[in-house]
């Protein structure tokens, strides 16, 4: 019990935002959004120029359009998260409606493991409800945070619902040693990442520019075998999402080299172009050039 209360304690502030109603926490998206896109103006020069090359045909007034509604969406987001650590079950699998179930119950039905090659799309962070519908082990793969304080709040917020945060650099060698173990699970892998110099990539046309995208998913789901599903949310309305699985490969041995990141590329852009919003343009996706 003693030990249970520690994490309470040392993030008491969160909490208490947690335990606010739904419609209060909107409340306060909307006062921050106000500080964050009109005072703090957050990335606002990152973002801005994201949406316009990725979007160069589309009038100015509509491209300012989806920037404010993006930030109105982060906003959400990040109350969203913090509402995670107190959600209840059966809230969470009210405001998260899986479309298509059947498809991953399929595999599970065949005992095969899963890879969410996913993004930063819609409520990405509410992927960590899946264990509430599939009997699959979770596993996220996570860059650990510089600040301590705020890189364990995520792992407990991750963590609630039964996934294991996995950090990036021993996610390979942990993944091959649970196939070895025969553990029936489903890894989380987030694919649209900026790659450093010095990591293997494969450069796909992405939103109108030559991209590089990291091939770590592909080069595990090719030693592994694992069926490769893209997860991808809709927003219903304020606070409830649908959440649909297309699959990439069930037999990733047979696809051709770079194709399971090329497949994955396009799946993500068609959907971005669909909800331009829903996905984060604060991020610096394209620090590399070809």
């Excluded at 196939?179 to 109108?208: A, Y």
């Excluded at 590089?212 to 595990?220: M, N, Q, R, S, T």
């Excluded at 994955?264 to 068609?270: D, R, S, T, V």
């Amino acid at each position: 019990m003693k030990n249970n209360m520690l994490p309470k304690i040392r993030y008491l502030p969160f909490y208490a935002i947690s335990v606010l109603p739904m419609p209060v926490l909107y409340v306060l998206s909307d006062m921050l959004f106000v500080v964050v896109y009109y005072l703090m103006k957050y990335r606002r020069n990152v973002v801005s120029d994201n949406i316009k090359k990725s979007f160069p045909q589309k009038p100015q007034i509509t491209r300012r359009k989806i920037e404010k509604d993006f930030y109105r969406y982060f906003c959400d987001i990040l109350v969203e998260s913090i509402k995670t650590l107190t959600i209840s079950k059966r809230s969470a699998m009210k405001r998260l409606r899986i479309e298509n179930p059947d498809l991953v119950e399929y595999y599970l039905g065949e005992k095969k493991n899963i890879l969410l090659y996913t993004a930063h799309q819609g409520n990405w962070e509410w992927l960590i409800f899946l264990p509430l519908f599939f009997p699959y082990r979770a596993n996220t793969f996570y860059k650990p945070i510089k600040n301590h304080y705020f890189n364990d709040l995520f792992k407990i917020i991750r963590e609630r619902f039964g996934v294991h945060c996995i950090e990036s650099a021993k996610g390979y060698r942990t993944i091959i040693d649970l196939e070895r173990k025969n553990v029936l699970m489903m890894n989380c892998i987030i694919g649209d990442q900026s790659p450093v110099r010095i990591n293997t990539k494969h450069w796909c046309q992405f939103l109108n520019r030559e991209t590089a995208f990291f091939v770590g998913a592909e080069k595990l789901a090719k030693k592994t075998g694992e069926v490769v599903l893209f997860p991808s949310f809709k927003k219903i309305r304020r606070g409830y999402y649908g959440l649909r699985f297309s699959l990439i490969t069930d037999n990733p041995v047979s696809m051709r080299t770079n194709g399971i990141v090329e497949e994955y590329a396009e799946a993500l852009e068609n959907v971005i172009l669909n909800s331009p919003e829903l996905w984060l343009w604060s991020h610096r996706r394209w620090k590399l050039s070809a």
